[in-house]
């Protein structure tokens, strides 16, 4: 069963309140993907970017990915990775299309077991490693952290407390809401006309039309009155 979350009362007690939240970064070498079962990516793809998590469930994350794939492979290659399954792509013609799959790597099973810990996107994985950065509260970073150890250990983490990061909209919203939005900037809901409609969006993320619509709104009404506190 997928987890779907409509999170918009705690983004605005997270905007009000300005509760202590950490933003901690986590990189681990190319030598340190090797056997884990991610590294297998690298053989269709030279790089690959975490675009955005489109739906979380028990076994593992839908993710929307643009992959910069080597001569004579495809789409189709990333499901000869041990945890990756291809899906679909996205806007064929385009010239590097978004692709969607399903992840289960324990890793990214992990990342959405704490609900006050948010995987930021997007981030890359290359020839220089894999690099992911995740924000939330001190006490699920701390636990996420333990758990990771135990996946997949990470040689280099650095944490930073929220007074130590300079706060842009993005922070604003909680992850879900920041995923969604990014969908829909990049399909062309914002666009003049509009490319894709709330119901096209829903089809495409398995996500019910009034829950996308009421994260739109939601971090629509977040980010104007971030702009007028600015002002």
């Known amino acids: 069963m997928e987890r779907l979350i409509l999170i918009e009362e705690p983004s605005i007690i997270q905007y009000t309140t300005r509760l202590p939240m950490q933003v901690v970064h986590l990189h681990w070498n190319r030598s340190k993907m090797a056997g884990t079962g991610i590294d297998d990516l690298l053989v269709p793809c030279s790089m690959l970017e975490v675009v955005a998590h489109l739906s979380i469930t028990e076994t593992g994350v839908r993710q929307l990915m643009r992959c910069d794939f080597r001569e004579g492979f495809g789409p189709e290659d990333l499901s000869n990775s041990k945890y990756m399954t291809f899906e679909t792509v996205l806007h064929p013609d385009n010239e590097s299309p978004p692709v969607v799959v399903f992840n289960t790597h324990p890793l990214a099973v992990a990342s959405n077991v704490f609900p006050d ?44 407390n929220e007074e130590d990061v300079v706060v842009g909209p993005r922070d604003l919203l909680g992850g879900r809401q920041l995923e969604v939005v990014q969908a829909a900037v990049q399909w062309g809901y914002y666009d003049e006309p509009r490319r894709v409609s709330l119901r096209q969006m829903a089809e495409r993320l398995n996500i019910a039309r009034s829950t996308i619509g009421g994260h739109l709104k939601t971090a629509e009404a977040t980010l104007m009155r971030w702009v007028i506190e600015q002002e």
């Open 117 to 160: 810990v948010s995987v930021i996107t997007p981030y890359t994985f290359s020839e220089g490693g894999l690099s992911i950065s995740l924000r939330g509260l001190p006490s699920g970073i701390s636990n996420f952290l333990t758990m990771a150890q135990e996946i997949m250990p990470p040689p280099n983490i650095k944490v930073l």
